[in-house]
Each structure stands twice: as structure tokens, then as C-alpha cells.
């Protein structure tokens, strides 16, 4: 039987990891050393709406399965909500309203006009048919769709969710609605509406975070040393980005294991491999790499690119990089996050390194309201300009308060929305005297 010892540590450990403690005690200490009004950590630590649907499918065997969704809606001050939708076993409903929380704090710190929402639902598309998972996710989309729109919150993908799913939800979407609506959801193949870079967004922002982080540090990209978690949509375009600029990846995994090479391993053959419908840690030409033994490789970058509570007290100390680039929402528990702040390991937070996504998929609403695309170059042009700008923000607030990235990250994010709660006349003086 379980101590009551036990029972207490097994309880902190458990709070440490729940992603909405996580980021609302990060929110409390950013607000206190801010010297804001308690008002605003009030109005801040939980999402405004959450919704909760049960959503059967017919099963290819003809049972009825019933799967558990959510869309988590944050704050709607700046702009309509804005955020992924995830497909995966361990979603829950702690987890979608952290994540809808981290979206506003990205928005907010590049200036873009939304709030956070975020989406998921408890399921393994892998143990499903197409015919299963195209039903499952037109149905949660008829469920959600008294909350969704252009001017209300606009979904995207996220974990395990490609542009093909983005696809079978606007058409849901549209029929129920009866005429063609681009701009409720972002992610969406560019045939009916997509931007041209979306897909490749995200890893191109963390690629670009990295390069000011690199120069920040007087670090020459050219012949550095990386290591991924995580090879999905991310993790590859990451990577893809990285080789480019010479940068010399010499381990990568995902869920099920991965490979390493310390020559440098050829990303573009094995992006290719990956393509033909393999899984990366088949790919013939490299040695076997555990999802352990990632985190201490000898890089001079780790970035990770799966899911939740990666970097951990347990993790964390086997990290060599000097550079940690948080591609994945929320990768990083309190206690790895202290580690690496011992370490001094300059980390590039999640609500900055991934906010290349967002910055696109705003483009992409932008565009579908225009009715007017712009080439991709175009669009790669403006998020540069953004991301280097959210980047610079960040970096001033680090230099003037002299604090750690993340803290100057919350600060940007918390103070733009702090000003908005104040224009719309919510609180009256945000800061204590
Ligand atoms: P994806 O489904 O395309 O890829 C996820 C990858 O993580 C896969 O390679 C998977 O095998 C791996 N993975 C999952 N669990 C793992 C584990 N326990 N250990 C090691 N690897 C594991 O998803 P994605 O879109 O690339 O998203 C990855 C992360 O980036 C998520 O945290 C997501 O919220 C974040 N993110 C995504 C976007 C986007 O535009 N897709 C934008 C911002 C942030």
C-alpha cells in the first residue's frame, strides 16, 4: 500500500507535470514580479469557455465507440481565439486549457489580433481506420460548431491532426453552415484556401528563433551540432531548416525510438524515407538512438519537437546543449527548467520558438478574408519579419529586467494583454503602486 509519504510526493509530482499548474504558477510568478493588480492574474489563469463533447463513430465493425473532446477557449480581448486541434491518447481537459493559455501568450507576444483556444481529443489515430478517423473528426467539428467561426475561434492543426483532417473539418463545416467559409480554420490544404508556407511555418519560426539565439551566444550555425525529439511536422521541418543552414543533426527520435549519427545524419534522405510511409527509427544508415539517450547526445542544440514534460529533473541534467529551442508546447517541467537555468542553457521558451505556426495560420485568415494569396515568398518574408521581431521584444525585456528568457517571454505576452484588459476598461490601474 501506498505511504502517505508517497502518497504526498507522488501528488507534487503529479502537480509539477500538469501542464495547467504549470503555466498558471508561471503566470502568478510573472504577474507578482511584474507588480501587477491580483485582478489580472484572476483574469488570466483560466480559459472563459471549455466545452466538453461526446462524439460517437460508427466503427468499421459496427459498434457505436463514444470519444471525449474538448476546445478550450482562453481570452477573446485581442481578437477571435486561435489554436491547434490534437488527436492523441493522453489529451485531457487540464492539458487543452494550458494549451489554449500558452496560445494567447504567443499571440499576444507577436502582436497578432487573437486570443488562445486549443483543442483535442482523447484518441490513438493509429488504431483507426481513414473511414473511422474522417467520421471522428467531421463529427467533432458538428459538436464544436456553435463555438467556431472566423470571428469567434478558428482551429488548426496541431499533434497527429495533417492538412487531410483539416480538410474533412472545413467541409463539415461548410455544409452545416451552407457555403464555402475559409477562414474558420487554418492548416487547410492550399487548393481550398490554405496559405502557401503554413506547412513548413513552425519549424521555419523555431529555425529562425534559433539563428538569433545563435547570435546572441556569437555561435556560428555553420558545423553546429543538433538533437530532435520528435520528427512529426515540427521536428522535421525543423530539421530540414537546420541542415540547410549547415547545421550537423546528429540525433533524432520519436515514439517509438530513433537513430544517430555522428558524422551528421542526411535529413534529406531521410525525410524522404519517412515520406514512403516508414518510421524513423527503421532508417537503415544510422546507429539505434533511445528517446533517453536523446537528451545528452554532445550537441551544441536540443530541440525539443514531441509533446509535454520532456525536459525534466530527470532529463535535465544529462543535457549538454547550450542552446535548448522549445519547438513543442510545454516540453518543460518547473524542475528541468531550474536545471537548465543552473546549467545556464540559453533556452528559447515554447510561446516564442514555436509561434511561427500562429504567425502563418494569421496570415492565412488574413488572406482568406481578402479573398487575395500571396506567394510563398511573400509569406516566408513576413514571418521572418515577425519572428524576429517577437524574438528582439523578448530579448530587450531579458536584458532590461535581467531575467531568463521564459520570465521576459510572459512579461511581453502578459503586459499586451494587460494593456488590452485596461483599454476595455476591465481593470482600472493594472500595476500596484
Ligand atoms: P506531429 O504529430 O506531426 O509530430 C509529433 C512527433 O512527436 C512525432 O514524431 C511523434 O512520434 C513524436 N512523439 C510523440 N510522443 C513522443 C514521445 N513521448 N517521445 C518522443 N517523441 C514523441 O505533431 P507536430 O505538429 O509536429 O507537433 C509537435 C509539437 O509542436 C507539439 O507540442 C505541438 O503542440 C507543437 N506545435 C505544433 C505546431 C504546428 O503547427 N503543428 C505549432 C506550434 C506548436
Same mark, same amino acid.
Given at each position: ?9 507522488? $501528488? &507534487?509530482?503529479?502537480?509539477?507535470? *500538469?501542464?495547467?499548474?504549470? /503555466?498558471? =504558477?508561471?503566470?502568478? @510568478?510573472?504577474?507578482?514580479? +511584474? ?73 499576444a507576444i ?42 469567434? $475561434? &478558428?482551429?488548426?492543426?496541431?499533434? *497527429?491532426?495533417?492538412?487531410? /483532417?483539416? =480538410?474533412?473539418?472545413? @467541409?463539415?463545416?461548410?455544409? +452545416? ?129 514531441? /509533446? ?85 521584444k523578448v530579448?530587450?525585456i ?10 521576459a517571454a510572459?512579461t511581453a505576452g502578459?503586459h499586451q ?17
Amino acid at each position: 500500500m501506498q505511504s502517505r509519504k508517497d502518497k504526498a510526493e507522488a $501528488d &507534487i509530482t503529479t502537480h509539477l507535470k *500538469n501542464p495547467y499548474d504549470i /503555466v498558471q =504558477g508561471l503566470l502568478k @510568478d510573472s504577474t507578482t514580479a +511584474l507588480r501587477l493588480n491580483e485582478n489580472v492574474y484572476h483574469l488570466l489563469k483560466q480559459p472563459m469557455r471549455v466545452l466538453e463533447v461526446s462524439i460517437p463513430v460508427r466503427m468499421d465493425d459496427g459498434r457505436i465507440e463514444n470519444f471525449t473532446g474538448y476546445r478550450s477557449q482562453h481570452l477573446d480581448i485581442l481578437g477571435p481565439t486561435k489554436g491547434g486541434i490534437r488527436f492523441h491518447p493522453d489529451v485531457n481537459a487540464d492539458e487543452v486549457k494550458a494549451l489554449s493559455i500558452w496560445m494567447s501568450l504567443k499571440s499576444a507576444i507577436l502582436n497578432l489580433p487573437f486570443g488562445g483556444g486549443k483543442g483535442g481529443i482523447i484518441v490513438d489515430p493509429d488504431e483507426l481506420s481513414e473511414r473511422e478517423l474522417e467520421t471522428l473528426s467531421r463529427t467533432y467539428i458538428e459538436k464544436i460548431t456553435p463555438l467556431i467561426g472566423p470571428q469567434k $475561434d &478558428i482551429p488548426a492543426p496541431d499533434i *497527429n491532426t495533417s492538412p487531410k /483532417v483539416m =480538410g474533412w473539418m472545413i @467541409d463539415e463545416y461548410d455544409k +452545416l453552415r451552407g457555403h464555402n467559409i475559409p477562414g474558420m480554420l487554418t492548416g487547410k490544404p492550399v487548393i481550398i484556401g490554405g496559405s502557401a508556407g503554413r506547412l513548413a511555418a513552425t519549424g521555419r519560426g523555431v529555425s529562425i528563433t534559433i539563428q538569433e539565439a545563435a547570435s546572441v551566444l556569437g555561435m556560428e550555425l555553420n558545423g553546429a551540432t543538433a538533437a530532435l525529439q520528435g520528427f512529426g511536422n515540427v521536428g522535421s521541418m525543423t530539421a530540414e531548416f537546420l541542415h540547410h543552414l549547415g547545421v550537423k543533426i546528429t540525433g533524432i527520435t520519436n515514439a517509438h525510438g530513433g537513430i544517430y549519427d555522428e558524422n551528421g545524419l542526411d535529413i534529406p534522405d531521410i525525410q524522404q524515407f519517412v515520406k514512403k510511409g516508414n518510421v524513423v527509427h527503421t532508417y537503415p544508415d544510422a546507429d539505434p538512438l533511445t528517446n533517453e539517450d536523446v537528451f545528452g547526445l554532445p550537441v551544441d542544440i536540443f530541440i525539443p519537437a514531441a /509533446v509535454e514534460n520532456q525536459i525534466t529533473k530527470n532529463t535535465a541534467p544529462a543535457i549538454q546543449a547550450k542552446i535548448v529551442a522549445e519547438a513543442a508546447n510545454g516540453p518543460t517541467t518547473p524542475e528541468g527548467d531550474k536545471i537548465m537555468e543552473e546549467k545556464d542553457i540559453f533556452v528559447i521558451p515554447d510561446i516564442l520558438c514555436n509561434a511561427g505556426g500562429v504567425t502563418v495560420s494569421y496570415f492565412e485568415w488574413v488572406q482568406n478574408a481578402m479573398n487575395y494569396y500571396w506567394k510563398e515568398d511573400e509569406v516566408n518574408a513576413k514571418l521572418t519579419e515577425k519572428m524576429k521581431e517577437g524574438f528582439q521584444k523578448v530579448l530587450d525585456i531579458r536584458r532590461e529586467k535581467q531575467i531568463r528568457m521564459r520570465q521576459a517571454a510572459y512579461t511581453a505576452g502578459i503586459h499586451q494583454i494587460t494593456e488590452a484588459f485596461h483599454a476595455r476598461g476591465w481593470i482600472e490601474e493594472p500595476y500596484d503602486k
